[in-house]
């Protein structure tokens, strides 16, 4: 006598591998959200190579980068927009803001990479002429 297999679709005990009968264990609930800034990189996932700065440390970092360049203090205003960056590094404002700087303290080649790195993450951004 022929012996019947089940239908495909109904797997039978023997054919289900094991772990597929394990039971599940329940998972985590999801992380909240990360704040995003300037649509581009979040502020809040952690990664042992990345800082994490509250959305309200990083817009003093910017304050104080801003202020630095104001008052004449490049060399500062550099080490925060790097601080900056490196939370956010898709934003095109801080490259063309260090740019700037990089312009006042005559390093030009760095200025240029980044007047380039603003450019390709905004090419409408108005205050990057890249000649």
Same mark, same amino acid.
């Given at each position: ?64 980068? #801003?202020?630095? %360049? ?11 927009? #790097?601080?900056? /960056? ?5 934003? %095109? ?18 200025? /240029? ?6 450019? /390709? ?11």
């Amino acid at each position: 006598m022929e012996q019947q297999l089940p239908p495909a679709s109904e797997p039978t005990p023997a054919s289900t591998p094991a772990r597929s009968r394990r039971r599940r264990e329940p998972e985590s609930p999801p992380a909240p959200a990360p704040i995003s800034l300037f649509g581009a990189k979040t502020i809040g996932r952690r990664s042992p190579d990345e800082p994490v700065l509250s959305k309200a440390e990083f817009v003093e970092k910017v304050r104080q980068s #801003n202020q630095a %360049c104001h008052d004449g203090d490049f060399h500062t205003a550099i080490v925060l927009y #790097n601080e900056a /960056l490196a939370v956010d590094p898709q934003n %095109c404002i801080l490259y063309s803001n260090r740019s700037a700087a990089y312009m006042k303290i005559q390093q030009y080649d760095k200025a /240029l990479d980044d007047a380039i790195k603003a450019r /390709l993450l905004n090419p409408k951004w108005p205050k990057v002429e890249v000649y």
